[in-house]
């Protein structure tokens, strides 16, 4: 990395939940303004918890642990920049110095943005944010940085008869006087106050309705001084997708990284407007809740066998059989990956008497990859497989809910695509689209109108080949906009067969990926 830039969230209050809005139905009928509020999941509620939740101690000992990774993925040319506010900045400036050696130390940076002036208790009103930055050697990256000259400072000017800027300039070593023109300067000099940047307006075009949103021109400044064209950046909190969006403008490679799914889809939504936006992936790394949820469910009910991988064993074994029982599905033994057989759907695939008359496997699982679902369940259908993906819910790791009964297990979302051709033309329709009801209140469900409520965007690769998807065309909903299109035309240059990709992104950021075979002659 050749620059990293962090905002990290402390003790905020925050715990990934947010508010999403269900827009209207296509055919104007009003939906009467809905919105609810998208609880955590369990990776986000123990990330919360971990961090957050003892006080200050655990979360410094994260940060300690945040910064050393860091530092190491630092180029020896890099810079990192970590934006904190007046609750950590004196805390963090340490473990920076012991982190980065107080020798690397570059500045302390001073955002004065504009705020409304309230009375507060006792002590002046906050209205800045402290950036500290270090870089990792003696040879990192810097280009200064320049804004336009004051009107006190061009008061000390002189103007010509055409208009222009100009003063006189004495030349001590050649004894004489010259004349500087104004535009001849690159600007004033930016130093460690950045007074000139107001945070984001709220009804700027840049505007993400993210609670801690960072105006463009703040990142612009930090991506410009620090790095070059082509450099690659890395922001591990991204938030609303700000130093990805610049960095895309400003021609940087970049990765950013976020907990939450809403920072995610949010970031990604963002990127899809910049214009012509290059490629790139979206990835979802696994969750870690099961592992920990079942660690300590089921170590006191295991009886140790040979050694640690003896106990591991028996608590998988342990934790299978109580996602059996929920599941009222029968335990399978002599398989590797079939654990159970759902006897009353008769779903297991099998032979001789009484075996089910059709092939079917659920998967069950806390989480799938972005796009697992329909790509399998497609490969499954060619082999006359019924394969369904159900998510297990958050209410498995509440006692008085599986006491209750209280589980059930959902089928991920389900996307139908109509395709139509004509010589060289083709033309996509979404014709349906079904999302798990789990995270959605009932009052909500009922009140939708039409199944095109539940997407907030979708786009399409005309020509997949295997590789990252190739954002061709997207219509997505905007403030200006909030209709959306459910078909599109395409004309390709030649007859052929291509395979394309349409991924829906629903108003909750979960992704669908449906790939459809479409033959031009």
Same mark, same amino acid.
């Given at each position: 990395?050749?620059?990293?830039?962090?905002?990290?969230?402390?003790?905020?209050?925050?715990?990934?939940?947010?508010?999403?809005?269900?827009?209207?139905?296509?055919?104007?009928?009003?939906?009467?303004?809905?919105?609810?509020?998208?609880?955590?999941?369990?990776?986000?509620?123990?990330?919360?918890?971990?961090?957050?939740?003892?006080?200050?101690?655990?979360?410094?000992?994260?940060?300690?642990?945040?910064?050393?990774?860091?530092?190491?993925?630092?180029?020896?040319?890099?810079?990192?920049?970590?934006?904190?506010?007046?609750?950590?900045?004196?805390?963090?400036?340490?473990?920076?110095?012991?982190?980065?050696?107080?020798?690397?130390?570059?500045?302390?940076?001073?955002?004065?943005?504009?705020?409304?002036?309230?009375?507060?208790?006792?002590?002046?009103?906050?209205?800045?944010?402290?950036?500290?930055?270090?870089?990792?050697?003696?040879?990192?990256?810097?280009?200064?940085?320049?804004?336009?000259?004051?009107?006190?400072?061009?008061?000390?000017?002189?103007?010509?008869?055409?208009?222009?800027?100009?003063?006189?300039?004495?030349?001590?070593?050649?004894?004489?006087?010259?004349?500087?023109?104004?535009?001849?300067?690159?600007?004033?000099?930016?130093?460690?106050?950045?007074?000139?940047?107001?945070?984001?307006?709220?009804?700027?075009?840049?505007?993400?309705?993210?609670?801690?949103?960072?105006?463009?021109?703040?990142?612009?400044?930090?991506?410009?001084?620090?790095?070059?064209?082509?450099?690659?950046?890395?922001?591990?909190?991204?938030?609303?997708?700000?130093?990805?969006?610049?960095?895309?403008?400003?021609?940087?490679?970049?990765?950013?990284?976020?907990?939450?799914?809403?920072?995610?889809?949010?970031?990604?939504?963002?990127?899809?407007?910049?214009?012509?936006?290059?490629?790139?992936?979206?990835?979802?790394?696994?969750?870690?809740?099961?592992?920990?949820?079942?660690?300590?469910?089921?170590?006191?009910?295991?009886?140790?066998?040979?050694?640690?991988?003896?106990?591991?064993?028996?608590?998988?074994?342990?934790?299978?059989?109580?996602?059996?029982?929920?599941?009222?599905?029968?335990?399978?033994?002599?398989?590797?990956?079939?654990?159970?057989?759902?006897?009353?759907?008769?779903?297991?695939?099998?032979? +001789?008497?009484?075996?089910?008359?059709?092939?079917?496997? #659920?998967? &069950? /699982?806390? %989480?799938?990859?972005?796009? =697992?679902?329909? !790509?399998?369940?497609?490969?499954?259908?060619?082999?006359?497989?019924?394969?369904?993906?159900?998510?297990?819910?958050?209410?498995?790791?509440?006692?008085?809910?599986?006491?209750?009964?209280?589980?059930?297990?959902?089928?991920?979302?389900?996307?139908?695509?109509?395709?139509?051709?004509?010589?060289?033309?083709?033309?996509?329709?979404?014709?349906?689209?079904?999302?798990?009801?789990?995270?959605?209140?009932?009052?909500?469900?009922?009140?939708?109108?039409?199944?095109?409520?539940?997407?907030?965007?979708?786009?399409?690769?005309?020509?997949?080949?295997?590789?990252?998807?190739?954002?061709?065309?997207?219509?997505?909903?905007?403030?200006?906009?909030?209709?959306?299109?459910?078909?599109?035309?395409?004309?390709?240059?030649?007859? +052929?067969?291509?395979?394309?990709?349409?991924?829906?992104? #629903?108003? &909750? /950021?979960? %992704?669908?990926?449906?790939? =459809?075979?479409? !033959?031009?002659?």
């Amino acid at each position: 990395m050749n620059l990293i830039y962090i905002d990290p969230p402390f003790d905020t209050g925050a715990d990934f939940s947010f508010t999403a809005a269900v827009p209207d139905a296509p055919d104007d009928q009003d939906a009467g303004s809905l919105a609810f509020t998208k609880e955590p999941s369990i990776i986000e509620q123990k990330a919360y918890r971990d961090t957050w939740g003892r006080g200050l101690d655990s979360y410094l000992q994260w940060f300690y642990e945040t910064v050393t990774i860091l530092h190491d993925l630092l180029a020896e040319n890099g810079s990192i920049y970590v934006h904190l506010d007046w609750r950590m900045m004196h805390y963090g400036k340490v473990i920076l110095d012991e982190v980065f050696a107080k020798e690397c130390f570059l500045n302390e940076i001073v955002w004065a943005y504009f705020a409304f002036k309230r009375s507060t208790a006792k002590k002046f009103p906050q209205k800045h944010d402290i950036i500290i930055s270090y870089h990792k050697s003696e040879k990192w990256i810097w280009n200064t940085q320049f804004k336009p000259h004051k009107g006190e400072y061009l008061k000390r000017w002189k103007v010509d008869a055409d208009g222009q800027y100009y003063r006189d300039d004495v030349n001590p070593t050649k004894g004489g006087t010259r004349v500087i023109y104004l535009d001849e300067l690159e600007g004033d000099i930016v130093d460690s106050v950045w007074d000139d940047i107001p945070p984001v307006n709220p009804v700027a075009a840049e505007r993400q309705n993210y609670p801690t949103q960072k105006p463009e021109a703040l990142l612009e400044r930090i991506v410009k001084a620090s790095s070059n064209e082509d450099d690659l950046i890395l922001d591990c909190f991204s938030g609303s997708g700000t130093t990805a969006a610049v960095a895309e403008k400003l021609n940087r490679r970049w990765i950013a990284c976020d907990l939450g799914r809403f920072a995610v889809h949010t970031t990604r939504k963002r990127l899809l407007n910049v214009e012509n936006v290059r490629p790139f992936v979206v990835q979802n790394l696994g969750k870690y809740e099961r592992q920990h949820w079942q660690t300590g469910q089921f170590a006191a009910s295991a009886e140790p066998l040979a050694g640690a991988q003896g106990l591991l064993l028996k608590q998988q074994q342990a934790y299978i059989d109580f996602m059996l029982k929920l599941y009222h599905a029968q335990p399978l033994t002599g398989r590797t990956l079939l654990h159970g057989v759902k006897v009353e759907f008769k779903r297991a695939m099998g032979t +001789g008497k009484g075996a089910p008359t059709t092939n079917g496997v #659920d998967l &069950l /699982g806390w %989480d799938f990859a972005f796009e =697992v679902n329909e !790509v399998a369940r497609q490969q499954a259908e060619r082999a006359n497989l019924d394969l369904r993906f159900l998510r297990i819910p958050r209410e498995v790791m509440e006692k008085k809910a599986v006491d209750q009964g209280d589980v059930k297990f959902f089928e991920l979302a389900a996307l139908e695509v109509a395709v139509k051709t004509k010589k060289l033309d083709a033309a996509l329709s979404l014709t349906n689209f079904i999302i798990p009801p789990d995270d959605v209140p009932e009052e909500v469900r009922k009140a939708v109108t039409h199944w095109s409520q539940w997407i907030d965007y979708w786009a399409v690769d005309w020509n997949h080949g295997g590789d990252a998807f190739h954002n061709e065309w997207q219509s997505f909903r905007t403030r200006k906009q909030p209709k959306l299109e459910l078909s599109v035309p395409h004309t390709y240059e030649k007859a +052929g067969e291509y395979n394309v990709v349409v991924k829906v992104i #629903d108003i &909750l /950021g979960n %992704d669908t990926t449906k790939t =459809v075979k479409v !033959v031009v002659k």
